[in-house]
């Protein structure tokens, strides 16, 4: 008995290789949340909230008044992401039009692919997609009544 192996001639391997690319680069490119960028909450004294977590737990302030938590891509371990923690006064306009004592900061891919997804599906979109330096935000509102903030990092 004879077997014999068939290898895909040079045609067939680019277009497999074609599709490969495509389907890395849809699934690097679906409009979703990748992680969480920051957790936000109201304090009666902020300051003293931050200088609390510093003395006992080790949190270190950044010039803009938040502690920045880093960690490695698992899918790219070049890539540093971070988490922002921070206290705000009581009852700051920030969180509005939340009643809530908090807001999350979801980390995204694709944000205008996914602010298209939400108006499609309804959601309350509470401005427009704003660019900095350090990347794109947008505010929305989830079913509970609380403002989320969505950024995708550059």
Known sequence: MTITVLKPNQLE????EEQKDDLTSL????????GIGGI???????QE??????KNLGFEMSAWGTSSFESRNLNNPDEIESLQWSPFKKG???FSPSKKDFMINYRVQN???LVNKLKENGVTI????????YGKFIHIMDGEGNKIEL????
């Open 13 to 16: 391997k680019n277009n497999m």
């Open 27 to 34: 699934i690097g490119n679906t409009p979703k949340v990748t």
């Open 40 to 46: 936000f909450f109201f304090s009666d004294n902020p």
């Open 49 to 54: 909230t931050k200088d609390w977590y510093a």
């Open 92 to 94: 700051d306009e920030y």
């Open 111 to 113: 944000i205008e692919g």
């Open 126 to 133: 509470l401005d427009e997609v704003a660019t900095y330096d």
């Open 151 to 154: 950024w995708e990092p550059k």
